[in-house]
């Protein structure tokens, strides 16, 4: 891992802590929400404020997420709301906390200048022993206060000030007027500058989660679904919804189409297929020549040529597939007749415009586990897990694409890939559902029919 933090590749974007006032307000939250405080002088903190030193430190990742359920956060800058979230257990938590801090920034920057907000997001279960939780989370709740409770006082001194208007005989109640002055002490004038950070909700019918090997729960879409990185019968009964596995490849394929959530790459908008195609292509030549122990040279396109040339007929039946699109695109070829259990299938499909898109590029990631640069961009757990199994040959050449071809414009790779970034309104529209199985099957007309 150490060539993707240098590459700013892993741990990119976090932020630095090192003056002795915000370490000491750090550990004045730490120590309120774990018990806990860091011997350190500097570290790097994400979105939620979790470290990775001090997780090397206190030997546990989750120090700030007990059970991986109901994570918890510091927050001691709204400069956070950039940073990325490490060890991710829900794939919403990023998102929540990036639109928390966006809509109380003005009061979260009034905030952390005189103190660290703690605070944490609630999932409707508080740990997650059976399958069956996953159906009942639909909701986070996030609320916050600083370590010395400005909130909360400044909630407390606005009913007093209220009693003082509205109560005939308040101007005369010495305790009262007592309790105003003490607060005002501790929260300012709240008449002029006001305090509040009330608890927000957000709803979270759709998400990923690392739990139980890795499961996409999809329960707003026409037809809810559960799909399963492991076996489906590892997740036992769930009622009333439909679960599948990754190795259901046709079942899938029919539910994307089903439900409106993937659109052909060669149909996309804006998208130049054939420069997609043909990236696509070198990274399985790259995995295949990588597990034949070919030698790579430099791993420039050339390179890659004569390493097709030297497999042949052992070419995968992935490239192939890409490669016969690849034809039809340049009008060198016919249409290829592609089922969704071709190899080669989900490599040629993106995540349609909506709300569940990101969830769906996530799933094709795994659906598509040789292109690299959309596991890197969509999923890094998975692509942080991957990369640990690799030689060092195909570390060295991914991490060197990355660097060259996505870091340098990350924001202008996504959207040439995946399209625009959707709206919040658009974050909650349902996808229209396909009417017509017999005419809209796939990008191909294509999905095989069978027992699902």
Same mark, same amino acid.
């Given at each position: ?20 006032? !915000? ?38 990742? !989750? ?25 991710? #257990? ?139 990185? *492991? ?90 597939? *890409? ?35 990101? *969830? ?90 069978? #027992?699902?």
């Amino acid at each position: 891992m150490k060539r993707l933090i240098e590459k700013g590749l892993m741990f990119g974007n976090l932020i630095e802590v090192s003056s002795p006032q !915000l370490v000491e307000r750090y550990n004045r939250a730490l120590k309120a929400l774990t018990g806990k405080e860091t011997a350190l002088s500097d570290f790097h903190i994400d979105i939620s404020g979790f470290s990775p030193e001090i997780g090397d430190e206190f030997g546990d990742r !989750l120090y700030l997420n007990p059970h991986g359920c109901n994570r918890q956060f510091i927050l001691l800058t709204t400069s956070q709301k950039t940073a990325p979230l490490l060890h991710i #257990k829900f794939s919403t938590s990023r998102d929540i906390l990036q639109r928390f801090i966006a809509a109380n920034e003005r009061q979260l920057f009034a905030l952390t200048a005189q103190d660290a907000v703690i605070g944490e997001l609630a999932n409707s279960v508080y740990e997650m022993s059976s399958p069956l939780k996953l159906l009942d989370i639909r909701k986070v709740t996030v609320e916050a206060d600083t370590i010395g409770g400005h909130v909360a006082d400044a909630n407390q001194l606005g009913g007093l000030i209220e009693r003082f208007r509205t109560e005939p005989d308040g101007w005369r109640d010495d305790d009262l007027i007592a309790q105003m002055i003490a607060l005002a002490k501790k929260t300012g004038d709240v008449t002029r500058v006001p305090i509040s950070l009330p608890a927000m909700c957000f709803e979270q019918p759709s998400f990923w989660t690392a739990h139980f090997g890795g499961v996409y729960v999809f329960g707003d879409t026409p037809v809810p679904a559960v799909i399963s990185v *492991l076996p489906r019968a590892t997740l036992a009964a769930l009622p009333k919804i439909k679960v599948m596995d990754l190795s259901q490849r046709n079942a899938i394929a029919e539910w994307m189409v089903t439900n409106a959530l993937v659109e052909p790459i060669v149909q996309a908008r804006g998208m130049d297929a054939g420069a997609v195609l043909r990236q696509k292509m070198d990274f399985i030549l790259v995995d295949a020549a990588d597990a034949l122990g070919l030698d790579l040279g430099d791993a420039r396109r050339t390179e890659l040529r004569k390493i097709a040339q030297r497999l042949g007929d052992a070419l995968p039946p992935a490239f192939l597939g *890409l490669a016969a699109l690849l034809r039809w695109v340049e009008r060198a070829g016919p249409w290829p007749q592609l089922t969704s259990e071709h190899p080669a299938y989900f490599y040629t499909l993106r995540a349609a415009a909506g709300p569940q898109r990101d *969830l769906v590029n996530m799933l094709l990631a795994e659906l598509a586990p040789m292109d690299v640069r959309q596991m890197f961009i969509t999923h890094k757990e998975l692509f942080y897990a991957s990369y640990a199994t690799w030689s060092e040959k195909k570390r060295r050449y991914v991490a060197d694409f990355l660097e060259r071809e996505y870091k340098v414009d990350a924001q202008g790779a996504r959207a040439a890939l995946f399209g625009p970034e959707p709206s919040m309104d658009a974050r909650h529209q349902l996808p229209h559902i396909a009417r017509d199985l017999g005419q809209i099957v796939g990008p191909w007309g294509a999905v095989k029919r069978g #027992k699902l």
